[in-house]
């Protein structure tokens, strides 16, 4: 129930953030630099009104940590994976951004157990065979077929409709005419 819930409330975050970025009238720079400014508001917000539960690390600082270039890496790389994903909504969409999440997900999990000494499980390698199955059907489906052209143009079709219907307007009251006279 709760991974049903999941996939759902994250379908629809994605399909929402797409529309909001193909079809919001901001530029996606802009769009961009208010929700980063967004999220750090957020944070410090957060980190100053929420208590810290662990009483050992009641005394750390908002920006304690980040002294380490990997931390401060990670948080460059983040950002640029967030800058990414908005391109992605706009250019593409969110199905792309998802195969490419999935994508992502099982060459970590390939190369976390080549060189990071990951014990590889069934279960890991039967989600990266579907992921890749997935994938695979996706990419390698038939595309919609082009819509077909009428075979009457549209302006001829509306220009005969009008003839037809002036032509049926002016028969009827010819009609209308020739029994009005005879009854009278």
Known sequence: LLMTVSAVL???????NEYLVKHYSVLL?????????G??????FAFHVIPNPNSKQANIGFFDGYDNPLALGVVFVNS????????????ADAITKC?????????LCIVSSIFFELVPTMTMWCGVVVVCFAVHLYTSAAP????????????HFLKANT???????????AVGLVIGRQRG
């Open 10 to 16: 994250t379908a629809s975050c994605s399909v929402r």
């Open 29 to 37: 720079n802009v769009q961009n630099a208010a929700l980063y400014a």
């Open 80 to 91: 640029l994976i967030g800058l990414a994903i908005t391109a992605v909504y706009k250019y």
């Open 144 to 155: 919609d077929p082009p819509p077909c052209k009428p075979a009457i143009p549209d302006a």
């Open 99 to 107: 195969i490419a999440s999935d994508i992502t997900a099982v060459n």
């Open 163 to 173: 003839r037809e219907t002036e032509e049926t307007e002016m028969a009827e009251a």
């Open 39 to 44: 999220g750090a508001f957020l944070n410090l």
